[in-house]
């Protein structure tokens, strides 16, 4: 499994659709009880709940066998399998021919930016910060976005990893994990998704940057395109996971070779899978210890997902606030950096 940063819909309980009926081919990745997950054609892991005297119909099943899986599922609620049943391998398709452009020949901003973004990840402290974020949703394109609720959460950063605790949907304390609550939500802000996008084996294609202002500072606007094939960005719905090939853009620091702004936008999603838009953006701002001590950490974040098949569209827009690091207690306060 590639390691990466995430986009993840979980809508058991919200309806979106009819019922959906599906026939899916694929190759079989894990065998449980209860359950079976396959590998398509179009490179998406799909998993499905197996009732009891589904699979024990028919032959034995291995792992790597071919398989139809016929199922349903309540609009974006996990797929039931209602037959499962052995086939043939397709005949040998022609060899794809490539249409990715070519490999940016170096920049020295984008390696000054991986080798800043490199060191930011192995010296971030370990701190805990006020995740907020307001969820939404339209239905139409003209129509306005309304506001379903709002999920307050601490999370906390140590060692590389993220971990969460007192949230709350509104005033209403939640015993789930945020993974287990119904509704969008990311990962990857914290360094993970800006090396995905840099790291040393150069998976982004670069064009020519153009100099920009943000938020009072001089930067680097780089648009770029990763592959599927070379992508970290992992997309997941209750039962679908697709790792997916994605353009965007950059805002490079000119003084501090660090990313102020990162912009992503799915591409090429398979046809069969729950979702037709994707798109998320980070932006992060230079934040000052009381202790004299420098960090460049997200300030907010926006997240977009689009229905396949619906007029319905979720968007999670999220503040990151009260830093606290755990060394010293020592408040983050948000301020310019001169």
Known sequence: ??????????????????????????????????????????????????????????????????????????????????????????????????????????????????????????????????????????????????????????????????????????EEEVKESLNEIDGLHTTGEFGQLVVGILDAEKRAVFARPRPVELNGRNAWRYTFSISRERSKWRLTTPSEQYFTAYTGALWIDLETSRVLRVEMEARELPKAFPLDTVEMNVDYSFVKLDSGETFLLPSESEALNCVRGTNLCLKNATLFTDYVKFEAESKILFEDVK
Not at 16 to 42: N, Y
């Open 1 to 170: 499994m590639r390691a990466g940063f995430a986009a993840v819909l979980l809508s058991s309980t919200l309806v979106v659709a009819q019922s959906r009926f599906m026939a899916t081919e694929g190759l079989i990745r894990q065998l449980t009880p209860g359950k079976l997950t396959i590998q398509t054609d179009d490179h998406r892991i799909v998993w499905y709940i197996v009732r009891d005297g589904i699979l024990t119909a028919s032959p034995s099943y291995a792992l790597g066998d071919r398989v139809e899986v016929r199922s349903f599922s309540e609009g974006l609620a996990p797929y039931i399998a209602s037959l499962v049943q052995r086939v043939s391998p397709p005949a040998s398709p022609q060899p794809a021919i490539s249409t990715a452009p070519p490999p940016s020949p170096e920049d020295a901003a984008i390696t000054s930016a991986r080798t800043a973004t490199a060191k930011f990840v192995e010296e971030l402290p370990s701190f805990q910060v006020h995740r907020r974020t307001a969820r939404q949703e339209k239905r139409g394109r003209l129509a306005r976005w309304q506001t379903l609720d709002e999920v307050t959460a601490t999370l906390v950063y140590r060692n590389g990893s993220e971990s969460y605790s007192d949230i709350r949907i509104g």
